[in-house]
């Protein structure tokens, strides 16, 4: 399944360490994501205040001055809690380049805030002689399935799922505290054996997991509907009739996993 050229834009931001729900603060280097999950709810939020016309997935926009804005708004906000990345994957590809998640962690260690971060990839790893050096850490990784053919096709470059279970054991070889996140649960593809999955998750010593189902935002089902059209037809009518309320296979799959 080939992906499309991502077009990258460097653009500047007027703030970066921003009010969250999950957090006291979180902080999005970037807009869009090179991931591009087909299960994405970030796109029905990001619309809102982008106006790139590329498919989500085929465009990132980089906040080139995002360290900048940070190192002085951390001089004037109480401390908290940061959240890496609500809208966005602060370690995708571009990541590697950029370095806009690690001169993030620099200024927040200086301060020493708390952070908390989510992602799908390994390149995290990189950052961990920082990580460590906060006093309130902890790093989650997003698991969809074990299963690698269903991890491509549903979220093409993120990094394998047993090389997130293998980051977290070293993570946890640092004393830093790590969560899973088993989500969105793809019915009739991860669905299976979501008990088997949930103990090799806990084997690698993981402090906690969340598990939740796909939560259908406003504009996602058109954007799934193609790609089951095209990938899994097999399954597109059990997920349309899923998602649109039309079955209870989520009141019953709950139950039967009690």
Not at 122 to 130: A, N, P, Q, S, V
Request: proline share 4%; net charge positive.
């Amino acid at each position: 399944m080939g992906r499309s050229i991502v077009i990258v834009r460097e653009v500047e931001c007027r703030s970066v360490l921003n009010k969250s729900a999950l957090a006291d603060y979180c902080i999005n280097p970037y807009i869009g994501c090179e991931h591009a999950c087909r299960y994405c709810y970030a796109e029905s939020y990001t619309r809102r205040f982008c106006r790139n016309a590329e498919a989500w997935g085929d465009f990132v926009d980089v906040k080139i001055n995002a360290p900048s804005v940070l190192s002085r708004e951390v001089r004037r906000k109480p401390k908290g809690m940061v959240y890496l990345s609500s809208l966005t994957d602060a370690y995708q590809p571009l990541e590697r380049k950029y370095e806009l998640s690690r001169r993030s962690l620099e200024i927040l260690l200086r301060h020493q805030f708390s952070i908390s971060i989510q992602t799908k990839s390994t390149l995290i790893l990189r950052d961990l002689d920082l990580i460590r050096r906060f006093h309130e850490r902890e790093v989650g990784f997003t698991i969809t399935t074990l299963n690698d053919d269903v991890r491509k096709a549903f979220e093409p470059a993120s990094s394998p799922a047993k090389e997130r279970l293998l980051a977290i054991k070293e993570l946890k070889a640092n004393d830093v505290k790590t969560f899973v996140f088993f989500g969105p649960v793809l019915p009739y593809l991860s669905d299976h054996n979501l008990e088997g999955y949930l103990r090799q998750i806990s084997d690698v010593g993981v402090d906690y997991i969340y598990v939740d189902k796909l939560n259908l935002k406003p504009g996602l089902w058109a954007n799934l509907e193609r790609f089951l059209l095209k990938d899994f037809p097999q399954i597109h009518k059990k997920w349309r009739d899923i998602l649109l309320g039309r079955s209870d296979y989520y009141e019953n799959y709950e139950s039967s996993n009690r």
